[in-house]
Nanobody, 124 residues
Framework: QVQLVESGGGLVQAGGSLRLSCEAS????????MGWFRRAPGKEREFVAA????????YYTDSVKGRFTISRDNTKNTVWLQMNSLKPEDTAVYYC?????????????????WGQGTQVTVSS
């Protein structure tokens, strides 16, 4: 069982940066691939980024490539999403998710555990 707690959301102007954190409790964090998803108002939840259990592989949705960076520290049971050059269309609730397999996936139904979400609002 894994419990996830996100933090770091807030209000930022377009072009600004935010760093989201997701701290996990429970068993062997390095056994879990981690993902970030987001849900914008009136839209479906979408994949943002994922990182493999040992941090070797990462994957991003096209709209955030070059702007967002996912990373993890397995000694701290934490995964981060560094978001730079933010745009108003990045406004959403961001969710951290974990799956008990090291290999990453972009499909939300492959993730077993979810955080409560953190709001990111980018003003124009």
């Amino acid at each position: 069982q894994v419990q996830l707690v996100e933090s770091g959301g807030g209000l930022v102007q377009a072009g600004g940066s935010l760093r989201l954190s997701c701290e996990a409790s429970g068993s062997t964090f390095s056994s879990y691939a981690m993902g970030w998803f987001r849900r914008a108002p009136g839209k479906e939840r979408e994949f943002v980024a994922a990182i493999s259990g040992r941090g070797i592989s990462t994957y991003y949705t096209d709209s955030v490539k070059g702007r967002f960076t996912i990373s993890r520290d397995n000694t701290k049971n934490t995964v981060w999403l560094q978001m730079n050059s933010l745009k108003p269309e990045d406004t959403a609730v961001y969710y951290c998710a974990a799956r008990p397999i090291r290999i990453i996936t972009t499909r939300d139904y492959d993730y077993n555990y979810w955080g409560q979400g953190t709001q990111v609002t980018v003003s124009s």
